[in-house]
């Protein structure tokens, strides 16, 4: 990793090729974004903006001449590389990750506002776009067997929550490039930093008083807006509880296997896992766990 951030660094040139080739293949889109978010950390916002136009351009000329259309090398340039360009911005003079993740909240939060009051029931376009996409591939796999009524539920049960799970899915995806954004401006320029950056993130009372609101009017109303609005919010917040057990795990000098231990039960239990860690941050607006651990050596 020190290698491609050092390659990044470079020049100009070579930070646009690491964004357009990563930003191609589908399981590297997250070290494209990384690599937009460290050369505006470490320079400035002008060099991150000229080295989005130059990725912009080349990735545009090339899925011109691939498929004649430049869309999607915009989509990308527009959904994720000025995103966490802001994103980095806003870190690189705040130097604060809490402050960047509220705000990253809230914009996908107002974003995904508009967006649900211009498809208007959020349920109806739901299911619409799960039959397009999800409904063909799950009977041609057969992941739930080949019972349509089963197909069925399973849509029923996920259609009000189709634009939540995307929206989340964009936002996790770019919390993580600006992670990993910062950890290689560590590894480069100051080792160690965002090790104790990432152990000591707080995102404070009136963030997690915020989440409990929107939590509360999704259990009440059962409104697929707000439903949707907390798979954001806990998003954010399982962020924040994944910091807590590495600073605990680091200041009670613990083995690193209840790490391993962790990520295995995200990778198998997600959804109870991510809920779990949710509520560990919020309620550690008020207990503040780290501080409760004696260090030992």
Avoid at 28 to 50: C, D, F, H, K, Y
Avoid at 61 to 67: A, D, N, Y
Avoid at 179 to 195: H, I, T
Avoid at 276 to 295: E, G, H, Q, T, V
Wanted: overall charge positive; charged content about 10%.
């Amino acid at each position: 990793m020190r290698a491609l951030a050092s390659f990044i660094m470079r020049s100009r040139s070579q930070s646009a090729l690491v964004v357009v080739l990563a930003a191609l293949l589908p399981l590297l889109n997250v070290i494209s974004g990384a690599a937009v978010a460290l050369i505006t950390l470490r320079q400035g916002p002008r060099e991150g903006m000229l080295v989005i136009v130059l990725s912009a351009g080349a990735a545009g000329t090339l899925f011109l001449l691939l498929s004649g259309s430049v869309v999607p090398a915009m989509g990308t340039a527009g959904m994720v590389w000025l995103p966490l360009w802001l994103l980095a911005l806003v870190l690189r003079y705040s130097v604060s990750l809490a402050r960047t993740l509220q705000l990253a909240l809230l914009l996908a939060g107002v974003a995904l506002v508009g967006y649900a009051a211009s498809v208007g029931d959020l349920t109806v376009w739901g299911h619409t776009l799960l039959e397009q996409v999800l409904k063909p591939i799950l009977q041609q796999t057969g992941m739930l067997g080949d019972g349509d009524a089963i197909i069925g539920q399973t849509l029923d049960f996920l259609a009000p929550l189709t634009l939540g799970l995307l929206f989340a899915n964009g936002l996790l995806a770019l919390l993580f490039s600006l992670l990993l954004g910062r950890w290689w401006q560590s590894l480069l320029y100051n080792p160690g930093g965002f090790r104790a950056e990432f152990h000591d993130l707080r995102l404070g009372q009136p963030t997690a008083l915020s989440a409990l609101a929107v939590f509360g009017l999704a259990l009440l109303t059962a409104l697929p807006l707000f439903v949707n609005l907390a798979l954001l919010v806990m998003v954010v917040f399982a962020l924040q509880g994944i910091a807590i057990a590495h600073g605990v795990v680091d200041k009670a000098a613990l083995a690193r296997t209840w790490l391993v231990g962790l990520y295995l039960l995200l990778l198998f239990a997600l959804p109870e896992m991510l809920m779990l860690l949710c509520l560990l941050a919020m309620s550690d607006a008020w207990f503040d766990y780290r501080m409760r651990i004696k260090p030992r050596a």
